[in-house]
């Protein structure tokens, strides 16, 4: 199969939505990272997404949707607060899980009774779903294992000759994947985090919201337990890293000094990625949300032997950014 790369042309996106109807997988830009989509309700498609990214057949996927009234096509008994979310935050990076309608196929949701439901703020996204008519399922559209997509030609490397289309929406906004919420619990766990922070949502929510790994349960008798699960099931994979090692600083005098150290040993390239570098320059590059993924295939393409990441206190209250910093550092 000859993956074609479309435009986000009128003509174009009217293409990728025949492609999906006819139960093809077709690559689109969102504000986090490229989804690789296919019709929610056509089950044989659905399946041949786990094959195209080698993904684990036990790790559900996320619905798309366009509008407020897709949620009720998958999703039953829909909550006060999941309205109350969608007004403050969708379209946007938030996913939040709803009981799941049976119409919806089990490789969906990987045979769990929740399906997770997000609305791309992607004009594209958007434009793409409601021209193939129902909600796609989409997850990054990258080779299982590897960095999410944030440009269409990432997507190419990993897919190409497995997926029928991509439309080139040029580089994603966000940079990482969407939060994950559960609210279904009380109180709500987030299952993965990410730009929409526990802030952002108790801001909402009016009470407390927890993060995955601390969603412990007191039963009236006071024996904790850990009730409902704390991550999402995707969260148990490890993630990608690349080969380079990468080493986590402070500041960027630590960077240097450490770089300084390796760079005596032949042969081994360092690079330093920083949040407060305004142009990069020689082997210093930008450390945000929206380069981070682009940086580490970068590295493997370049043979990088160590990355040294400056954690200052902007990237360490980055929630999001510094979950997926410390799944790529903690591999080796
Ligand atoms: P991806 O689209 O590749 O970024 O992955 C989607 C993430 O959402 C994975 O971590 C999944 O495990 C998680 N997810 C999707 N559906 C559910 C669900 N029903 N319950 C819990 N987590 C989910
Ligand atoms: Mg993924």
Redesign the pocket.
Known sequence: MQTQSLSTSTGDILHAAHLLRAGELVAFPTET?Y?LGAMVFNESAVRAIFTAKGRPSD????VHCADRTDVERVAINIPPLFDALFERFCPGPL?M?LERHIAVPDAV??G?N???VRFPAHPVAETLIRTAGEPLV???ANRSGRP?PTQAQHVMNDLAGRIAAVIDGGSCEVGI??T?L?ILTNPPVI??PGSITKEMLEDVVGYEVVHGSYAIKTSNDGISEVSF?TL????KYRHYAPEARIILVDSMAEALQTARGIEGQQGNLVWILSNSVKKPEHDIFLLSEQTLYAMFRNADAQNVGTLILVCDPHVRNNEGLMNRIQKAASRK
């Open positions: 990272v989804g790790n559900p996927l996320i996913t899980l949701t990987a769990l929740t399906v997770a989409a997850p990054s999410s994947e969407s994950v559960n299952l993965r699960p999402a099931p995707g969260m």
